[in-house]
Nanobody
């Protein structure tokens, strides 16, 4: 199983970006997906998460600006980021808990995608 994150780039403050995270491999279902970010010199932090039932959680610093979604039919999740601020500048990572089709039983594991850089200029 692999997670491929994309959609990062350079944007001015107040602008928007939409990050995508596509899962591939022998996947039965994505149980949950989350986005983390890591700014230079800082530790990686949770941004938002979503379960396969659609329950979402947002950290306070993105509430009202970011929206997370997950489409299990396409095995893809997104992070819509609006009203971006310079302090949102970071490498963004997707993370997912995935149920895999393995013989004779299904198995579960967590995976990280590679990061995608988001740079917000002031």
């Amino acid at each position: 199983v692999q997670l491929q994150a994309s959609g990062g780039g350079l944007v001015q403050a107040g602008g928007s970006l939409r990050l995508s995270c596509a899962a591939s491999g022998n996947i039965f279902t994505i149980n949950e997906m989350a986005w983390y970010r890591q700014a230079p010199g800082k530790e990686r932090e949770l941004v938002a998460s979503i379960t396969s039932l659609g329950a979402t959680n947002y950290e306070d610093f993105v509430k009202g600006r970011f929206t997370i979604d997950l489409d299990n039919t396409k095995k893809t999740g997104h992070l819509q980021m609006n009203a971006l601020k310079p302090e949102d500048t970071a490498v963004y990572y997707c993370h997912a808990g995935i149920v895999m089709l393995t013989s004779p039983l299904a198995s579960f594991d967590h995976f990280w995608g590679q990061g995608t850089l988001v740079t917000v200029s002031s």
